[in-house]
């Protein structure tokens, strides 16, 4: 079992939908990393947490410790939110990466 | 700011020639990432700094690969000879790690480069 999962691995949605991609863990962390790579593209960060919640225009990021799960929400989806989704906890000074959702919004 | 820059953003070489890739991080980040990345696939950590040590090279194939991070700031990336199943992009990301009695605490945002693809003939 991996240490970092995430769902879906693939997500197909129209434009306006809400969106929420799961990353669950099974490794202590300090932190829980949410990133972007658009197709062909660099690795953008977008969300970095440790508790609570955190909100980046329509994205919003959640992380429950307790049940070792966040979430990565998307309000308003739109074709440029098109990419891969990916999730890294922080555990011992390392990075443990999920492999990724590949989200496709379309018009 | 300039952000994590790389070069060359692509290189083409015929096997066993050797390459190398440069990367500069963001100003003031101690941590510097070497990534690997196959298509459709995500990073693979090949080499971490802590300023100017190697904390984590676990990944590295050290028959052949091999970095720097000269003064703890820029870092180079090295293959040789290079094969063709090195064709990929390699990524650099940066980031600052805060310290607190001595101890390092969590990674911190991660910055990453635009990476470089190499390609193997």
């Known amino acids: 079992k991996n240490e970092v999962e995430q769902s879906p691995q693939n997500l197909t949605a129209q434009e306006g939908e809400f969106i929420t991609i799961n990353c669950s863990y099974s490794?202590?962390?300090?932190?829980l990393h949410w990133l972007q790579q658009h197709p062909g593209g660099g690795i953008v960060s977008l969300f970095m947490l440790s508790s609570g919640k955190k909100k980046h225009g329509r994205l919003i990021a959640t992380i429950n410790i307790q049940e070792k799960h966040s979430s990565l929400h998307i309000t308003a989806s739109h074709p440029r939110d098109s990419a891969v989704y990916i999730c890294?906890?922080?555990?011992?000074?390392?990075?443990?990466w999920g492999a990724g959702t590949k989200l496709i919004i379309k018009p | 700011e300039a952000g994590v820059v790389q070069s060359p953003r692509y290189k083409i070489i015929e096997k066993k020639q050797p390459v190398a890739f440069w990367c500069n991080p963001i100003s003031g980040h101690n941590t510097l990432y070497w990534y690997l990345q196959n298509l459709g696939q995500g990073p693979e950590l090949l080499i971490r700094y802590e300023n100017e040590e190697a904390v984590d090279d676990s990944q590295l194939p050290k028959d052949r690969f091999s970095a720097e991070r000269l003064k703890g700031v820029d870092s180079t990336l090295k293959i040789q000879p290079a094969e063709l199943g090195d064709s990929a992009v390699y990524l650099c990301?940066?980031?600052?790690?805060?310290?607190?009695?001595?101890?390092?605490?969590?990674?911190?945002?991660?910055?990453f480069g635009e990476g470089s693809r190499l390609t193997v003939l």
């Open positions: 990301a940066s980031s600052f790690r805060a310290w607190r009695g001595g101890e390092p605490l969590n990674t911190g945002e991660l910055f």
């Open positions: 490794v202590g962390i300090s932190a």
């Open positions: 890294a906890a922080d555990s011992n000074y390392q990075l443990i």
